[in-house]
């Protein structure tokens, strides 16, 4: 119990720098992510697929950064939790994607 304490006491010092640079990366590539529709001269579909590796980097970013997948026995990752995170981040992305094109064919005709 009291080792529970000091390591909450711990953590709570200072300034959390691991959540700082998570949050400045994320902007960065969401900046990223923006200047490359905005500015390029790019073809859609590799745009389309830079935004989608963009989007998944950030993902991966977050759930080390702030979804404490570090915290595992010996701050090993939790590798099984990542998987089920990117199946389901896979699923959610590439299922709103399809729906929106064939929204998008159909508002057309």
Known sequence: MAKNKANTAHAEEGIPWKHIIGFALSIALTLLA???VFESTLDKSLIITIIFI????QAALQL???MHMTEGQNGRIQVGNILFAAFIAIVI???SYWVMEIGHMNHLL
């Open 34 to 36: 923006v200047w490359v």
């Open 54 to 57: 963009f989007a998944f980097v």
């Open 64 to 66: 080390l950064m702030f």
């Open 93 to 95: 992305v590439m299922g």
